[in-house]
């Protein structure tokens, strides 16, 4: 593997190392789309899946917004959550805390562009979303991923760049609107979950 994440004009420095274990060959995710959509009212949410191999229950999700202004909410039982964000102002990051067997979890998520009002935009917390915060932060610890952060790496385009380059890299087919942020899955051990089972994440 090169030292170097290279997507057309784009390098990243060497802060992360993704070792993917795929038992079962290449791997095919066609289909698995992203989710967003539009609600009649103009309540504005963000949802999403959880999970670190398993489902995350009851973990902390602290979203903030592009003023510093921030919401709560815990996962249910399949890992997931719906935050209602009316009011806030995209780009958003997003940490969560949990317990993973025995293990305590933490990981960082981040949304370049939020949700008009009254739609739904998918925002996963998983190893890879994780791995993009790694990058995209400014001393490659996820957990300190700042808003300033995500706008440079909006105006340099990097992130755009780091998201289409671990779409294609990883699974043989995600489709056009798919990537590890967005792509709506069941925490399962299927499809792209059953990926996320067999995949190392060493930030």
Do not use: E, W
């Amino acid at each position: 593997m090169d030292s170097r994440f290279t997507t057309g004009s784009a390098s990243f420095l060497p802060r992360l190392l993704i070792a993917a274990l795929l038992a079962g060959g290449v791997l095919s995710l066609a289909g698995c789309g992203g989710k967003s959509g539009s609600s009649s009212s103009t309540t504005t949410y963000l949802t999403g899946i959880v999970a670190d191999g398993a489902a995350l229950t009851g973990a902390t999700l602290t979203v903030t917004d592009a003023n510093g202004t921030s919401k709560t909410v815990q996962t249910d039982a399949n890992g997931t959550y719906t935050l209602d964000v009316s009011g806030l102002t995209a780009p958003f990051i997003a940490h969560v805390t949990g317990i993973s067997g025995d293990a305590l979890v933490d990981m960082a998520s981040l949304l370049g562009t939020g949700p008009v009002s009254g739609q739904i935009m998918q925002m996963n917390v998983t190893p890879l979303t994780n791995a993009i915060a790694a990058l995209v932060s400014h001393d490659g610890d996820p957990a300190h991923l700042t808003i300033a952060d995500v706008n440079n790496a909006n105006a340099t385009g990097q992130l755009s760049n780091i998201r289409s380059y671990l779409s294609k890299t990883l699974v043989n087919s995600l489709g056009a609107a798919s990537d590890p942020i967005s792509v709506a899955f069941n925490p399962n051990g299927s499809g792209y979950d059953g990926a996320l089972d067999n995949l190392a994440v060493i930030t």
